[in-house]
């Protein structure tokens, strides 16, 4: 079965800093990986998707995560903080074959600061 | 387009009431799930569809009856509530049912069964 963790219930940084949410997979197939963000009291919204096209992808509001086989790895960076990027970030894993059902991680509340 | 909707945004129930909650997409999506999020637990996968009159059990699905009439409505049904089943419910949908494919996520109803 495949499974994500995420690596750190709470992050925070400061405005302008890096930002650095972690992602580890567990897959027996190659995974197609995901991370959603998701604002106070709303919905989740997708951020980027590996999809095996590219090893780095680049997604919405400047973010962007390596694919990284070798260290099972799909770390989401952003090289600049700003304040609305406050929210929580969750990472995704679907399997080929399971028609979309994916497996989520437990999710990190990002906290920016001034 | 609407996108995903979902009705009630809150509800509260007492331990054994029934209730529905309420699902609908308009983008012609053929692929619709539910998830349930708690607290440190991320979102787990509670039934699924992958086109109308063809549903399957996800992670959760104790408790939780589906039904799919139609490729714009999914709802969710809770035959007997209980404590356990507080949390926010959300539901997501995707064009096909393709293990890369976007999914889409409505704004969550947040029950609270006392």
């Known amino acids: 079965a495949q499974s994500v963790t995420q690596l750190g219930s709470h992050v925070s940084v400061s405005e302008g800093a890096l930002v650095l949410l972690r992602c580890n997979y567990s897959s027996s197939v190659p995974p197609y990986l995901f991370w959603y963000v998701q604002y106070p009291n709303q919905g989740l919204q997708l951020l980027l998707k590996y999809t095996s096209a590219a090893t780095l992808v680049k997604g919405i509001n400047g973010f962007e995560a390596e694919f990284k086989k070798s260290e099972t790895s799909f770390h989401l960076t952003k090289p600049s903080a700003h304040m609305s990027d406050a929210a929580e970030y969750f990472c995704a894993v679907s399997r080929s074959g399971t028609a979309s059902k994916l497996t989520f991680g437990t999710g990190t509340r990002l906290q920016v600061t001034l | 387009n609407a996108g995903v909707t979902q009705t009630p945004k809150f509800q509260v129930l007492k331990t054994g009431q029934s209730m529905t909650l309420q699902c609908a997409q308009d983008?012609?999506?053929?692929?619709m799930s539910w998830y349930r999020q708690d607290p440190g637990m991320g979102l787990r996968l509670i039934h699924y569809s992958v086109g109308a009159g063809i549903t399957d059990q996800g992670e959760v699905p104790n408790g939780y009856n589906v039904s799919r009439s139609t490729t714009e409505d999914f709802p969710l049904r809770l035959l007997s509530a209980a404590p356990s089943q507080t949390s926010v419910y959300f539901c997501?949908?995707?064009?096909?049912?393709?293990?890369?494919?976007?999914?889409?996520f409505g704004p969550g109803t947040r029950l609270t069964v006392l």
């Open positions: 997501a949908s995707s064009y096909v049912p393709g293990e890369s494919d976007t999914q889409y």
């Open positions: 983008m012609n999506h053929e692929y």
